[in-house]
Nanobody, 121 residues
């Protein structure tokens, strides 16, 4: 099986920073795109940032210039550095990875359990 485990969420004041981590483990053959999504109460899940295996990135307009996504392929880990946080960034942040497992020969989307980020004004 494959697991994604997130860490790094918490409560921070507006203008502060947090760093999220998401580590993939299990029967992994390869990992393609990794990314972060978020879901606020009463709202749809939205893409925050994604990073391809080669390092190319894409960001939601609302976080450009404030958030940075990166990955360590040797550790099967993706990070999200969040700076200049705003109250509207408050949400559950979920990690996603397109993983080719040892048992499935095509990429499959795996999700972490989510980590709460709360930004106070």
């Amino acid at each position: 099986q494959v697991q994604l485990v997130e860490s790094g969420g918490g409560l921070v004041q507006a203008g502060g920073s947090l760093r999220l981590s998401c580590a993939a483990s299990g029967s992994i053959f390869s990992i393609n795109t990794m990314g972060w999504y978020r879901q606020a109460p009463g709202k749809q899940r939205e893409l925050v940032a994604i990073i391809a295996s080669g390092g190319s990135t894409n960001y939601a307009d609302s976080v450009k210039g404030r958030f940075t996504i990166s990955r360590d392929n040797a550790k099967n880990t993706v990070y999200l550095q969040m700076n200049s946080l705003k109250p509207e960034d408050t949400a559950v942040y979920l990690c996603n990875a397109q993983i080719v497992s040892l048992f499935r020969g095509v990429p499959y989307p795996y999700w972490g359990q989510g980590t709460q980020v709360t930004v106070s004004s």
